[in-house]
């Protein structure tokens, strides 16, 4: 039977996402993440592996849990957001607006951050955040085609594209609230966006 860690797993592993969140991969060293989490080298090396495996762990559980939450909040779970399908749709997209918008300082979502740090040099971050994508727009998708069944949505509407499209409008408002762009202007953007979506009853544009 195996020794018990004199740790929690759990608590390690959010401390070290916020530091390589708030850092970066090239930012934060071995050394960073020990004084982070109080453990020695060959505690983390142990439990986790080296400083990529880590920060593959922590990515890839933060984007299952982002993608989990869109799922849970957008497709009709006991704890979703009440309303149409489309009205779920609108408050999750001005919701997550909201958020980035009052964070102090700005640090955006994990999942954008890594993806402008690592997805271009190291394939396994970028098929992590490409399956969060697929997913993410997925489920904006699949909401979407609920709109349709609802009759709120027209059927001409092509629910993939529409859900890629979402998830390039809240991908741009996380990098605009950055710089500071006023959370006023954040939530109308998310509102336009699910306007764009075409309305059943609505004349086909020529």
Same mark, same amino acid.
């Given at each position: 039977?195996?020794r018990?860690?004199?740790f929690?797993e759990?608590?390690?592993?959010?401390?070290v996402r916020d530091?390589?969140?708030?850092?970066?991969?090239a930012?934060t060293s071995?050394y960073?993440?020990?004084?982070?989490?109080g453990l020695?080298?060959?505690?983390i090396y142990?439990?986790?592996g080296?400083k990529?495996?880590?920060?593959l762990?922590v990515?890839?559980?933060y984007c299952?849990?982002?993608?989990?939450q869109?799922?849970?909040q957008?497709?009709? $779970?006991p704890?979703? =957001?009440p #309303?149409s399908? @489309?009205?779920?749709?609108?408050?999750?997209?001005v919701s997550i &607006?909201? %958020?980035?918008?009052?964070e102090?300082?700005?640090?955006?979502?994990f999942?954008?951050k890594?993806?402008?740090?690592?997805?271009g040099?190291?394939?396994k971050?970028?098929?992590v955040?490409?399956?969060?994508f697929?997913d993410?727009?997925?489920?904006?998708?699949?909401t979407i085609r609920d709109a349709?069944?609802?009759?709120?949505?027209?059927?001409? $509407?092509d629910?993939s =594209?529409l #859900?890629?499209? @979402?998830?390039?409008?809240?991908?741009?408002?996380?990098?605009? &609230?950055k %710089?500071?762009?006023?959370?006023?202007t954040?939530e109308?953007?998310a509102?336009?966006?699910v306007a764009?979506?075409?309305r059943?009853?609505?004349?086909?544009?020529?």
């Amino acid at each position: 039977m195996g020794r018990k860690r004199g740790f929690d797993e759990t608590v390690v592993l959010d401390v070290v996402r916020d530091r390589f969140w708030s850092t970066g991969f090239a930012g934060t060293s071995t050394y960073d993440l020990m004084e982070a989490t109080g453990l020695g080298k060959g505690s983390i090396y142990k439990a986790f592996g080296n400083k990529r495996d880590l920060y593959l762990r922590v990515f890839s559980d933060y984007c299952q849990a982002l993608v989990a939450q869109a799922r849970d909040q957008l497709r009709g $779970a006991p704890d979703a =957001a009440p #309303g149409s399908p @489309l009205a779920r749709l609108e408050n999750y997209l001005v919701s997550i &607006a909201d %958020a980035f918008a009052a964070e102090s300082p700005h640090r955006g979502c994990f999942l954008t951050k890594a993806t402008a740090d690592l997805a271009g040099e190291d394939e396994k971050v970028a098929q992590v955040a490409r399956r969060a994508f697929d997913d993410l727009a997925g489920i904006f998708a699949a909401t979407i085609r609920d709109a349709q069944d609802a009759g709120e949505a027209a059927d001409r $509407a092509d629910s993939s =594209a529409l #859900g890629y499209l @979402l998830l390039s409008v809240i991908r741009g408002i996380d990098s605009i &609230a950055k %710089a500071g762009v006023d959370a006023a202007t954040l939530e109308r953007t998310a509102r336009s966006a699910v306007a764009v979506i075409p309305r059943a009853g609505s004349s086909a544009q020529n």
